[in-house]
Each structure stands twice: as C-alpha cells, then as structure tokens.
C-alpha cells in the first residue's frame, strides 16, 4: 500500500457487540484509530461526558474553547443518528504523508419484512437506483453473507457556524453503503462509510473493506452451546509454533514460581481457542491459544501458599495479579513491564486443596486486540 501512515494513540480494538430483537448478537472489529461515539449513551450528560473526552483526546494541543466547539458538533449529530436508527458510529482519524485525513463510519440496523434476503437486497438495488441513477451498485458475497453495496458521493451543507469561511458551504462527500441482511431476522445492516473527497478515499476505503471482512454473528443458543463446550473438552487444533513456545516459556516460569512437586498430567501440547469475549459477541474463528496442565497429588501442607506464593513472585517481573475472595486462585495479567512479548497473555493457577491438585492455564493474548505495527487492525 503505497501509503505512510500515523494513527493516534488510542485503546486495542476490540469487538463491537449489538443485539438485536431476535436475540442475535452481531460482532465486528474496529481498527484503534476509529473511535466511537457515544450513540447508545444513557443520558445527555453522559453523552457530553464522552464527548468531551474524546475531543480533548483526538485534539490536545488545541484550546479547551476549540476541543468545545468540536465536541457540540459531534452532540449535534447523536440525535438524528438515534431517530436514523443508528447502533455505532466512529470517526477515523489518520496522518497520510504528514497530513491530516479522517472518515466516518456509521452502522444502523434497521427492520424489514421480506422473507427472502435475496430478494430484499435485489429491491433494495431497485429503489436506490431510482434515487441515485449514477451510483455504483453490487451483488456480493462477504464472509458473513451476501450483500449489497453502493459506491457514489453526496452533497451536505455545512453549516455557516462550523464552516472556516464563516458562510454555509456545499460539500462533495464520497460515499460507500453496504446493505447486509441478518439471517433468520427481519433487520437489515447498514455500513457506511464517508468522507470528503480527496486522494487518500482509496485508503479508507481499503480500510472499510477490511472491517467488513470481520463482520460475524451467533445466537443465545450458539453461545450458550460454546460455553458448554469450553467446560467440557479444550479445542484441539494445533496454534502457531511461535505461539506455542511462547506459552511453554510463562508455563514453565509458572511452574517454578508454584515451586511444588507433584505427578504433572496435562501440558502435552497447545490449542487453539476462540476466547469466550469474541464468542459472546458472535465471532467463530480462533483468536487466542491455551496451554493447560495441572499438578496432581502434592502434599497438602504446601498447598495453602502456592497462591500468595505465585502471586508475590510474578508480580515482581510485572504480572498484574487478581486474586479470588476464597484466595484459593488467581489470575495474572502481563503488563508493560513483564516485558513486550509477554503483554497480553494470562496466567491461571487454582489450587483445588481437597483433591491435592493445582490446575494451571496460560492464554496467549487475543489476536483481535493485539495491535501490531504494521497493521490497522493487528
């Protein structure tokens, strides 16, 4: 990609999650430099809470009057996206070549009563060509179904109070919609994608390619029969060897911080997983991989302080630890100062003293949140 890109500071992405009335729980991930606006806020003055925040975060070198002034027109907008019935909403905010750019991206989800998505999108196309003749329209197949996208531009005013010329401007606006019908529901989902025209519209719009791809759903049932599933058996697929060997390293400093003899059982190999916060908000794929292994008849005297133990030697090297209120587990979470290859991955010790056995996992970080260098989305 022919691009030099800077994005700003700004958390992991993470999935999106929405459920709908048919109890339908849609996924998607976000690259870190979309951020959200507060669409779904409780109230006003949570919603101006969050605003404001994010003014202040996306501008910090500009005067509190200008990061106010931004914030209430992005407050402007929150309304009419709500009566639009719009279910997320970020705005995208890059450096190309030392110079500003920024998109938007809206999702609304919205009810329809065919009950053939075929022919709700074939319809679809029919009454959108009748508004915008000149527009670009395709029947296409994503990972997460068939769909329907537009590609044209649209005018919006600008007003005269946020325009820098002081007066009402009319605006060019290059703009990609994509119609995707939600199997066995009447609720069609909408992306969109605009921004203003200008050279680095193929940027964004590779990048917009890119969220549809993740795009994925799962019902209650679906979900519930993952959790079930997760308890009784691990997966068995074999992850990335670099993966692996990295979960052997934290296993094994794991093992010498327990510092208990017993007969290990367990631990012959890795697995990939998908972790329970990308189920539970509809993603399929595996994102994370898991080593467990467990020590089995230790002596009970040693058992009582294997927690604290663990807990006083990991976060030493930086682990964050959590224990539990019975103090009989605890989970360890690598921080920046464990170490960068180390951030994002979790240590699980439970002592189970009436069976004389202690139970170990290690879960590398979660591929969807990870955010690399050379990727949007990590």
């Known amino acids: 990609m022919p691009y030099s890109v800077t994005t700003p500071d700004a958390p992991a992405p ?8 048919s109890k339908l729980h849609i996924g998607w991930i976000m690259p870190p430099f979309v951020r959200e606006l507060p669409v779904d806020a409780p109230d ?8 404001l925040a994010l003014a202040t975060s996306l501008m910090p070198d500009h005067p509190a009057e200008a990061q106010l002034r931004f914030a209430l027109g992005l407050g402007m907008q929150l309304e009419p996206m709500t009566e639009a019935n ?38 679809t196309e029919e009454l959108l060509r009748l508004a915008h003749p000149d527009d670009d329209y395709r029947l296409v197949e994503l990972p997460c179904g068939p769909a329907l996208t537009r590609i044209g531009r649209m005018e919006f005013l600008l007003d005269a109070h ?14 990609i919609q994509v119609y995707i019908p939600l199997p066995g529901t009447s609720e069609l989902l909408v992306f969109e994608l605009g921004a203003p025209e200008s050279e680095d519209w193929d940027l964004h719009s590779e990048l917009f390619a ?9 019902t209650d049932q679906e979900i519930a029969d993952y959790r079930t599933v997760q308890q009784s058996a691990p997966a068995s697929a074999e992850p990335d060897e670099a993966v692996t060997q990295e979960l052997y ?32 908000k509809g993603l399929r794929s595996a994102c ?49 100062a464990t170490g960068p290859q180390a951030v994002g991955h979790t ?32």
């Not at 993470?14 to 009335?21: D, F, R, V």
């Not at 070549?97 to 009810?111: A, D, F, K, Y």
């Not at 003293?353 to 260098?373: D, F, H, K, L």
């Open 14 to 21: 993470a999935p999106t999650q929405h459920a709908g009335p």
């Open 44 to 51: 006003t003055e949570t919603a101006v809470e969050q605003l």
């Open 86 to 123: 719009v279910i997320y909403a970020g705005l995208c905010f890059l450096e190309v070549e030392g110079r500003p750019s920024g998109s938007t991206i809206v999702v609304s989800q919205l009810p329809h009563d065919s009950e053939d998505d075929g022919q709700l999108l074939r319809t």
């Open 162 to 175: 946020w325009s820098p010329t002081g007066a009402q401007e009319s605006l060019q606006q290059s703009l």
């Open 210 to 218: 890119e969220i549809l791809k993740t795009i994925d759903w799962g």
């Open 249 to 280: 390293r934290h296993s094994s400093r794991l093992l010498d911080a327990i510092a208990l003899r017993g007969r290990m059982s367990g631990g012959t190999g890795a697995s990939s997983i998908t972790c329970s916060d990308c189920w539970s």
């Open 288 to 336: 994370s991989a898991q080593h467990s292994w467990q020590i089995e008849e230790v002596a009970p005297a040693g058992l009582a302080e294997v927690v604290p133990r663990v807990t006083a030697s990991l976060s030493a090297k930086g682990w964050q630890a959590e224990p539990t209120e019975n103090g009989m587990s605890v989970c360890l979470r690598a921080s920046e």
């Open 347 to 378: 240590l699980m010790v439970t002592v189970r003293a009436e069976e004389g056995r202690i139970a170990a996992q290690v879960t590398s970080p979660c591929a969807r949140r990870t955010v690399g260098v050379d990727s949007a989305f990590g």
